[in-house]
């Protein structure tokens, strides 16, 4: 009994509560992450295309899932198949289930091909013949697919250009296609595990540097990609010298007293206030107030078309930036503690000025807390969406607001961010089951980026220390 009272007294019951807490929070974290990843990854990976033969008729599509229902009055139970026939054009969705009870063969035609669209995603089906204007040709499945392929390969992208390929579904309905709406087409039941992986490189990149299509939940996330990366930059630009000198004149310069603990109070709460009031303040100072000014002093000839009276990617990296400058003043505040007074008076005792004090000997030191206060703020900005939706993040830009067009940044356009994109495609998206692959991969990619940049801070911030360790000031 004495040593359970003894254990209590020195905390170890809360200990061991801390670390399975800790625990507890990292399973999560790495259960939602590998959830994500193998989503995420799966997307790419060319999978088979198997044909059922059902009472009913005929289906081709990729199995996603197997499930067993249970039987119920009027329905046996059994296995279930869910479907993704794409063919959106035929069948006006892309999924299906097939109830195992109706199934009556089940085939893996290697003569099966999927082929991506410009429109109406995928199509799942047979090639039948190639209209060129010397006529059809389809002596044979090797004549075929050679003149697709070359087909395919002349055409200028674009949904009625090019000559027209004829495919079959399944069940025997013809499609024609044009071959200029063909982004990509390829038979993944003749391709072997080194085919597969080539393409899933491939499409892995596509994605990556490809525009969107089919309102977003096709094609590649590029200029998404893109304008978070610049706007994360254009933000700390904005929210690391404004939050380092803000913190040096509050704890080196400011005189202590009742004035400053209320402004570090309000600094401190302010990291508390919902994200949706730094947008509504950022549309309303930045957008009308300080960009309807600009408009009306630079650009009157334009009006009322607004300039930069509207969302842009200027005001939209300014108003994370004033969101995350409380996480930056108060982690450069708690760096500038540690450095050691005695540091301070040597400086001083020296000869040295405050101001070379500060520069040469309290900020070199503080630097390692500087970029733990810029880390955190580069974490919760890149992952930001509410206050982008009013200062000028978009669905679909069509211009980025980087490009070989003279002055180069055009920090008035509007721009696509990773973060929004996924908040559109999982809850605006018309086809939200078709959307759903497109929203894990995009997860993981703004996972990834988030990862990426606060890596890169933190090797920084480690060879500083190293730099640092074993030198006096």
């Given amino acids: ?4 009272r003894d254990s209590f007294k020195k905390g170890e019951p809360a200990v061991l509560l801390t670390a399975a807490g800790l625990a ?34 005929k289906l081709l599509g990729e199995v996603m899932a197997e499930t067993i229902a249970e039987p119920r009055p009027g329905f046996p139970g059994g296995p279930r198949f869910n479907l993704r026939v794409a063919n959106r054009d035929i069948y006006a969705a892309d999924f299906m289930w097939v109830n195992g009870f109706n199934v009556v063969g089940r085939t893996e035609p290697a003569d099966a091909w999927v082929v991506e669209r410009l429109e109406y995603g995928n199509f799942h089906g047979f090639l039948s013949e190639v209209r060129t204007p010397e006529g059809a040709m389809a002596s044979s499945e090797a004549a075929r697919t050679d003149a697709f392929d070359k ?22 309905k013809a499609v024609v296609i044009h071959a200029g709406a063909v982004v990509d087409a390829w038979q993944p039941n003749r391709m072997g595990t080194l085919a597969r992986t080539g393409h899933y490189v491939a499409a892995l990149w596509n994605f990556l540097t490809g525009n969107p299509r089919e309102s977003n939940t096709e ?17 700390s630009v904005a929210v690391v010298p404004f939050g380092v000198m803000a913190a040096v004149y509050l704890h080196e310069y400011a005189r202590q007293g009742v004035v400053v603990r209320l402004v570090r109070i309000a600094v401190s709460n302010l990291a508390g206030v919902p994200s949706i009031v730094f947008g509504l303040f950022g549309l309303g100072f930045f957008v009308y107030t300080i960009g309807g000014s600009i408009d009306r002093a630079f650009f009157s000839d334009s009006l009322p078309t607004p300039t930069f009276g509207t969302g842009g990617i200027l005001w939209a990296s300014l108003t994370l930036a004033l969101l ?8 450069t505040e ?6 050691p007074h005695a540091n301070r008076e040597g400086a001083l005792a020296l000869g040295s000025t405050k101001w ?17 206060g810029m880390i955190l703020a580069v974490a919760r900005g890149a992952g930001e969406v509410a206050p982008l939706m009013l200062t000028g993040a978009v669905k679909l830009a069509p211009k980025m607001p980087f490009d070989a067009d003279a002055p180069f940044f055009h920090l008035d356009r509007k721009f696509m961010h990773l973060g929004f994109h996924i908040y559109d495609l999982g809850f605006q998206s018309p086809n939200v089951e078709a959307a759903k692959p497109m929203v894990y991969a995009t997860t993981l990619l703004l996972i990834i980026v988030v990862v990426a940049l606060n890596v890169t801070a933190i090797v920084m911030r480690a060879r500083l220390r190293k730099r640092l360790e074993g030198h006096a000031f």
């Fill in 151 to 172: 087909a395919v390969a002349a055409s200028e992208k674009d949904t009625k250009k090019g000559p027209e390929i004829v495919f079959t579904t399944a069940d025997g």
């Fill in 324 to 331: 995350t400058l409380p996480v930056v003043i108060v982690a």
């Fill in 356 to 372: 070379e004090m500060l520069r040469r000997v309290v900020l070199p030191n503080a630097m390692p807390g500087i970029l733990t």
């Fill in 1 to 4: 009994m004495s040593k359970l």
């Fill in 219 to 235: 094609g590649g996330i590029w200029p998404a990609l893109f304008g978070t990366c610049l706007m994360v930059l254009l933000m």
């Fill in 24 to 57: 507890a929070a990292l399973l999560l974290l790495g259960g939602m992450v590998v959830l994500v990843a193998v989503s995420g990854l799966g997307v790419f990976w060319p999978k088979s295309l198997v044909q059922f033969e059902t009472k009913t008729g």
């Fill in 334 to 339: 708690e760096a500038l503690a540690a450095v």
